[in-house]
């Protein structure tokens, strides 16, 4: 087994990025209760999706920019779900799918084609604490 040098970088959290979960329905004992909009900072990594990964998503999926996040369980945070809002560089991520591990929720957003002037309101939530890689090309 190859021994680990410094700090583990899921650990550390490297971003903050503004979530906004917006309001709606939701089923409550198969009764409809209406659900507040909700604005909180989501702490965790951001990794680009492998190919393998996107491999496994329908075709007309794999063009689009896609990201993992993995956010780290905090017991004050709301876990991220399905259809969340992020905002990460100045560009809109929807959260298409989140795996709940316990201590972790593994999610994948997609980045999404809109204009600066579009982008919802998400209060005064931090706006990408951390670092936000450059891409060189």
């Known amino acids: 087994m190859w021994p680990l040098f410094g700090p583990s970088r899921l650990m550390n959290m490297d971003e903050t990025l503004p979530v906004l979960r917006e309001g709606g329905w939701i089923l409550v004992g198969g009764k409809r209760v209406p659900r507040e909009t909700t604005r909180y900072a989501a702490r965790g990594m951001v990794a680009p999706l492998t ?6 998503l329908p075709e007309g999926d794999r063009n689009t920019e896609q990201y993992q996040f993995f956010q780290v369980w905090e017991a004050q945070v709301p876990k991220l779900e399905v259809g969340d809002k992020l905002l990460r560089g ?8 989140a795996k709940d591990w ?7 957003l997609v980045v999404q084609d809109v204009q600066q002037d579009d982008l919802p309101d998400f209060g005064d939530v931090p706006q990408g604490q951390g670092e936000v890689p450059v891409d060189p090309c």
Do not use: M, T
């Open 51 to 56: 190919g393998r990964d996107l491999l496994i």
């Open 90 to 97: 100045g560009k809109l991520l929807i959260c298409e799918s």
């Open 102 to 108: 316990g201590s972790f929720v593994e999610a994948r």
